[in-house]
């Protein structure tokens, strides 16, 4: 029987590996990626929640997050294209033009 | 035979499930962006499965279209776009936070755990619940489409806005710079 | 139509967004551009004519109409502090009663009468500033219309928020000049400190209430005030913070007088009748919780009863004829909070009304001669001008008698009103404290004295005797076009006829103006106990007195062929008290020595280390030779300098931890942030066992 359980230790397994991703990874497209792991384990908890308590509330936020995360994306990866006509990369350690 | 029809459900679980951790981990772990996203993309696939598997159809083809279509492509589309050049080298990580990100996301994975632990009791709710408007029995696109435009219209409609202005906003960033090649 | 309250704000936010977002990109015509405005605000008033007419017609006077437009903040279910289970969900509704129907008038009212103003006072500006003021004047608009009709806190704070937004963009309108942009910072700086204030007492509402409904609130205590009583005390305090600041009370009163940086139109609109009125509002509209705390109450009449008189005072020696009124309008709001202190929130509410009219009147006509003087407002350089100006002469006269409280000017009814109540108070003992409202009744008839004074200095210094200003200017003055005349007129008319409104001293029925406002903010009145009516006319007729011997005085001093004599001779035997005086009692001074130079020295410290160390892990040597020479600068300050270096090496250290974080590595804020995170959800697991 898979239970609740089950699906909100995924979530928090996907949602961890995105918040360890975005911090240690150089390559901005990835970090953006790493992101999207995060919203996608929101969405997981939304739905096991929705599924759980018999509410569609939960399904129709995770709709609202996927908008957001689409909306998200759509931004940040015009940045990188901003970036790189900026700069020539996406590496993030070079973009650190306050460094101190 | 019977033991998988018994089991089919937990199967499909586990197997979607490490097809998510895995497509996570390669998100992380890949040096080369069009790997990531690829495993990125399994990871979407898997969460769509999951969505199935949760009785959540209209949502699992939402991540499908959106997400392993749009999204995805739009990584893809801006990662050729770049060109390999612009991409970091060596190394791939920024390599002094590695420990501290790894011990800080152990620490909130045991404390999101712990939180977690103790929050659900009791078996899941009847399915057909979450099909049911005003008493009525629908399909669960049908279902989300009512809350969607009755219960929270005001709500689904503020989100378009932000996601017209997401859209005006990535164009105003990705056109040519005024001035240079002229307005664009 | 009372159903289509919500249009009331929409008209003129809709103006605000056709010419701030079209008219101003595409350059109209100012025709174009002041059409679109008054048809915004001409139509508000229309609406909220026909609203409140609807509403008095099938609702009834006596009871409140409350119109839901959706559900703002579906918050749930949760347990109050004060033990009830609550369904917090808050509504966008608007709600006109009594109170708000006033409040609801007059703005729309004054506020189309200003629009009509600032067509003939603007004509000189550039098509697309034209179009931007009047896009900010209808926003303004918009904004205190949300925040008198707001049916609970949450709408109100929208409304406040919204009405100091565009404060702020009014008074920085002429945003080239420094002082200007400075001016229109300083009031957005200064409010938001009363605005904190203000939200946290919202935040404290939710936790007792679980709701900030105003009728869900009233009838909460209602039901039981004895539970209540110890929120009601820090709740109320809060708030008043909150008036404190958008009323430009003491402490905070020191964005008002800088606010006059803006046009004259929108002091008149903004810093005189509408939006500082805002503050006297709140309290009367949450007067259930002022109600249950005495010492509330008693913290809202002694702040009110010191600033009427300490603005007063500086009103005395202003040379600046807007200065004049700004000082004025601080002193008069502090007449306000004093009554609603008294536990006369309706006799408040009547000062608001009448000043409304006056005030507005005053500023206008400031205004119209301004624009007459070519910019100048230095009433030294003015004078003589009755003869230039006729109508704006006349309704100045009006106004200036209406704020003097000279019956049978509306300011009299008003003024006496309050001075009424506060010394049943006085002499009833309200609470216990009636000696202290002893000492505010006299403070409130000095103010008055005082109030008559300056104002007829002004009148004398800038329409009577010779004019003292350039040949050039001499030669320019003129009477201002007749959309700003008109709008004189009609205010000067109501400032006599709006206090007949509320006739207190002939007797509780023809006080007509306090029996409507009954309902929603009845006046406190000590238990058995009633001034008589032989002592409350010899009051009317002290205060009356009173003010005409301020006026005498006035006169005395400042006209007739030995005009300025008296003044002159006074400053040379007094040169201290007439400096302090002029400058305001250094108050600007000490808050520029104080508040504003330590948070620079905190940004000073901070950027200084911010700076200081560059190369930081990079240049191990580098970074110690700083760091040895920052520890002995630090043992040189301590201790030559001591304590107060102290504080400064505080700010240092801190800076230093600080400073680690502000490294530059996108990342490393992605680890703080997860930091923060992970210490959230300790917390929360904590607190949740």
Redesign the interface.
């Known amino acids: 029987?898979?239970?609740?359980?089950?699906?909100?230790?995924?979530s928090?397994?996907?949602?961890?590996?995105?918040?360890?991703?975005l911090?240690?990874?150089?390559?901005f497209?990835?970090v953006?990626?790493?992101i999207?792991?995060m919203l996608?384990a929101a969405?997981?908890n939304f739905?096991?929640f929705?599924?759980?308590?018999?509410?569609?509330?939960g399904?129709?936020f995770?709709?609202?997050v996927?908008?957001?995360?689409?909306?998200?994306?759509?931004?940040g990866?015009?940045?990188?294209?901003?970036l790189?006509?900026l700069k020539?990369?996406?590496?993030?350690?070079?973009v650190n033009v306050m460094e101190g | 035979m019977s033991w998988f029809l018994v089991h089919f459900?937990?199967l499909v679980?586990y197997v979607m499930?490490a097809c998510?951790?895995a497509g996570?981990?390669g998100?992380?772990a890949f040096k080369s962006?069009v790997h990531?996203?690829l495993s990125?993309l399994a990871?979407?696939l898997g969460?769509a499965g999951?969505?199935v598997?949760?009785?959540?159809e209209?949502?699992a083809a939402?991540?499908v279209l959106?997400?392993a279509g749009?999204?995805m492509v739009?990584?893809l589309f801006?990662?050729m776009?770049?060109k390999a050049?612009?991409?970091?080298r060596e190394?791939?990580?920024?390599n002094r936070?590695?420990p501290?990100?790894?011990g800080?996301?152990?620490?909130?994975?045991l404390?999101?755990?712990?939180?977690?632990?103790a929050?659900?009791t009791g078996?899941?709710?009847?399915?057909a619940?979450?099909q049911r408007v005003a008493g009525v029995q629908l399909g669960?696109t049908e279902?989300?489409g009512w809350?969607?435009y009755r219960?929270?219209l005001?709500?689904?409609e503020v989100?378009?806005i932000?996601?017209l202005?997401?859209?005006i906003?990535?164009?105003?960033?990705?056109r040519?710079?005024p001035g240079k090649e002229g307005r664009a | 139509m009372k159903d289509l309250l919500w249009l009331i704000p929409l008209l003129p936010l809709l103006g605000a967004a056709v010419n701030g977002l079209v008219g101003n990109r595409r350059g109209w015509s100012k025709h174009a551009t002041s059409g679109v405005a008054l048809a915004a605000s001409g139509l508000a008033l229309l609406a909220a004519l026909a609203a409140i007419a609807d509403w008095a017609a099938t609702v009834g006077t006596g009871a409140a109409h409350v119109d839901r437009v959706?559900t703002w903040i579906p918050a749930g279910f949760g347990h109050t502090t004060g033990g009830l289970l609550a369904n917090l969900s808050v509504d966008f509704s608007l709600r006109i009663d009594a109170l708000s129907a006033v409040m609801l008038f007059f703005v729309t009212f004054v506020g189309f009468l200003i629009h009509v103003y600032s067509v003939g006072y603007m004509h000189s500006e550039e098509e697309r500033p034209y179009a931007r003021y009047f896009a900010y004047l209808n926003l303004f608009m918009f904004a205190m219309l949300t925040l008198v009709l707001g049916a609970n806190l949450a709408v109100l704070f929208v409304g406040w928020e919204g009405v100091g937004l565009c404060s702020y963009l009014l008074i920085g309108f002429y945003f080239e000049k420094d002082w200007c942009a400075a001016a229109g910072k300083k009031a957005f700086i200064v409010n938001r400190i009363g605005d904190f204030g203000f939200i946290l007492a919202i935040f404290w509402t939710v936790k007792v209430f679980g709701t900030v409904d105003f009728g869900a609130l009233q009838g909460a205590i209602a039901a039981d005030p004895a539970r209540f009583a110890a929120a009601a005390t820090p709740i109320a305090l809060l708030l008043f913070v909150g008036a404190v600041g958008k009323s430009a009370q003491l402490p905070l009163y020191v964005w008002l007088p800088d606010a006059m940086a803006g046009p004259t139109p929108v002091s008149a609109l903004i810093h005189a009748a509408t939006m500082v009125t805002a503050g006297v509002y709140m309290v009367a509209r949450t007067n259930f919780f002022f109600r249950l705390s005495p010492v509330a109450m008693l913290t809202v009449a002694l702040v009110g009863g010191l600033t009427a008189v300490f603005a007063a005072t500086i009103g005395l020696a202003q040379n600046d004829i807007k200065k004049v009124l700004a000082y004025s309008t601080v002193s008069q709001l502090g007449y306000m909070f004093l009554a609603a202190g008294a536990g006369a929130f309706a006799g408040g509410m009547f000062h608001v009304f009448t000043h409304a009219f006056f005030k507005a009147c005053l500023f206008l006509g400031a205004g119209s001669v301004i624009h007459a003087c070519s910019g100048n407002q230095d009433m030294r350089t003015m004078g003589g001008l009755k003869k230039h100006m006729p109508t704006t002469y006349w309704t100045f006269v009006v106004a200036t008698l209406a704020l003097a409280g000279v019956p049978p000017f509306a300011g009299f009814f008003s003024k006496d009103e309050i001075l009424g109540k506060v010394f049943a108070a006085a002499s009833g003992d309200l609470n216990g404290f009636g000696a202290v409202y002893a000492v505010l009744w006299v403070l409130g008839l000095a103010g008055a004295f005082m109030t008559a004074f300056y104002m007829f200095r002004a009148v004398h210094m800038t329409f009577h005797g010779e004019f003292r200003g350039s040949h050039e200017q001499a030669h320019h003055l003129h009477e201002s076009p007749r959309s700003m005349t008109v709008p004189l007129q009609v205010l000067a008319v109501g400032s006599v006829a709006a206090g007949f409104l509320g006739m207190g001293m002939f007797g509780p029925r023809v006080n007509w103006f306090e029996r409507l406002l009954h309902p929603v903010a009845a006046t406190v009145e000590v238990e058995g106990h009633h001034v008589g009516a032989g002592l409350e006319w010899s009051l009317i007729a002290l205060s009356v007195a009173v003010a005409l011997s301020g006026i005498w005085f006035a006169t005395r001093w400042y006209f007739g062929p030995q005009a300025f004599a008296r003044p002159r001779r006074f400053a040379e035997r007094f040169p201290g008290l007439v400096a302090t005086v002029a400058n305001k009692y250094y108050v600007d001074e000490a808050y520029n020595a104080t508040a504003v130079a330590g948070t620079m020295k905190l940004a000073q410290a901070s950027w200084e280390f911010d700076a200081r160390v560059i190369d930081g892990t990079v240049n191990g040597a580098r970074h110690l030779t700083v760091g040895t020479s920052f520890f002995s600068g630090l043992f040189d300050l301590n201790v030559v300098d001591g304590l107060v270096n102290l504080v400064a090496a505080a700010y240092g250290w801190a800076s230093r931890a600080l400073r680690r974080v502000q490294w530059g590595?996108v990342?490393?804020y992605a680890?703080v942030m997860?930091?923060g995170?992970?210490l959230m959800?300790?917390a929360?697991?904590w607190l949740?066992r």
């Open positions: 029987m898979i239970t609740t359980t089950h699906y909100l230790v995924l928090l397994i996907l949602f961890t590996l995105g918040v360890v991703g911090m240690v990874r150089r390559n497209i990835t953006l990626m790493c999207e792991l996608n969405n997981l739905i096991a929705s599924r759980q308590l018999g509410d569609l509330t399904q129709v995770a709709v609202f996927i908008t957001i995360a689409a909306a998200e994306a759509a931004i990866l015009g940045i990188i294209v901003a790189v006509r020539q990369t996406t590496d993030l350690d070079r | 459900a937990q679980f499930a998510v951790i996570a981990v998100v992380i962006p990531a996203a990125l990871s979407f969460v999951l969505f598997l949760m009785e959540a209209f949502l939402v991540q959106v997400y749009g999204v739009l990584f801006v990662i776009l770049v050049r612009a991409i970091p190394p791939q990580y920024v936070l590695v501290a990100a790894v800080l996301g152990v620490v909130l994975a404390l999101l755990g712990a939180g977690m632990w929050s659900v078996a899941p709710a009847d399915a619940a979450l669960n279902a989300v809350s969607l219960d929270y005001l709500p689904f989100v378009s932000v996601l202005v997401a859209m906003g990535a164009i105003v960033l990705g040519k710079e | 959706f590595v990342q490393g680890l997860t930091v995170f992970v959800v300790a929360a697991l949740g």
